[in-house]
């Protein structure tokens, strides 16, 4: 005997969700990483200009 677990319904699709199965569209997230006024999708270019700040202000 399984355990009483709730039915999960699927969410009823969007007219965006529609059209983007429609077409083969697939959404994907983008990972920001920010430092000062300037925002970053790779880690190495926001490490890159931390570094260059710090160099400028040790000289």
């Given at each position: ?49 931390a570094l ?6 040790q000289a």
């Amino acid at each position: 005997m399984q355990p009483n677990r709730p039915t999960q319904m699927p969410l009823p699709s969007t007219p965006d969700e529609d059209e983007t199965a429609r077409y083969g569209i697939t959404r994907e997230t983008v990972e920001y990483f920010r430092l000062g006024n300037f925002r970053y999708t790779k880690l190495e270019d926001a490490i890159a200009e931390a570094l260059r700040r710090n160099a400028g202000v040790q000289a």
